[in-house]
């Protein structure tokens, strides 16, 4: 996670989509947090669930703040140091708001699946009416809540949709066990609204995945 990302984070940290993760969390799992940023996702599931939390983060601001709140966070590269993790390590593995920074997002899934005997897999939706209707009106890259960069300073290097997650979790190969999507202000849409309706209103997406 990068320095903007950070701060972003810290403007908002009751991040609702943290939440929504908690909730698919059982007490007393075995967690890995890829892209951690300051620790604030372990944070909330040390105090509510009592996991066994660790946590990998790129940024070293990232790594010492949540060092210094007492958690268990190394510095490492969610698109190179996740090979090194043993298969079925962790019963949850949590990639929350860093897949559109990754630069092979297929892979870091996948590995998120090896590893952990679920995946919770949180992403912007670039689909969301609002930024079609900024690349229609004005012609210019989007800028959001949820995606507060210019096009030069962004973190972010691939973009998806809902629709997009879908089409890469069938070709991977994994089950789909739970999804929530966001809208407003922290609202959850209908679970019985088909994706199409996700894909254009969602502001944010949660999967929760297993190996097919």
């Not at 009416?129 to 995606?147: A, E, K």
């Not at 089409?167 to 966001?182: F, M, P, R």
């Amino acid at each position: 996670m990068s320095e903007m990302q950070l701060a972003t984070m810290a403007a908002d940290p009751e991040r609702v989509d943290l939440r929504v993760i908690a909730s698919f969390v059982s007490p007393g799992s075995r967690v890995l947090d890829v892209g951690c940023g300051d620790g604030a996702l372990l944070k909330l599931l040390a105090q509510e669930k009592g996991v066994d939390g660790r946590g990998i983060e790129l940024s070293q601001r990232g790594v010492n703040q949540a060092v210094a709140e007492g958690l268990s966070v190394i510095q490492g590269d969610a698109d190179r140091d996740l090979e090194t993790y043993p298969d079925g390590a962790f019963d949850f593995a949590i990639l929350s708001q860093t897949l559109q920074a990754t630069r092979n997002p297929r892979t870091v899934v996948e590995n998120l699946l090896r590893i952990g005997r679920r995946a919770i897999v949180s992403f912007p939706n670039f689909g969301n009416w609002r930024i079609r209707s900024q690349f229609m009106v004005w012609g210019r890259m989007p800028i959001t809540s949820n995606l507060p960069y210019s096009w030069y300073d962004t973190p972010n290097i691939h973009f998806c949709t809902i629709k997009d997650f879908l089409t890469l979790t069938g070709e991977i190969d994994a089950t789909i066990e739970d999804a929530v999507c966001l809208y407003g202000e922290g609202k959850r849409m209908t679970q019985t609204a088909p994706w199409t309706i996700w894909n254009l209103f969602g502001e944010q997406a949660v999967f929760v995945l297993s190996r097919g």
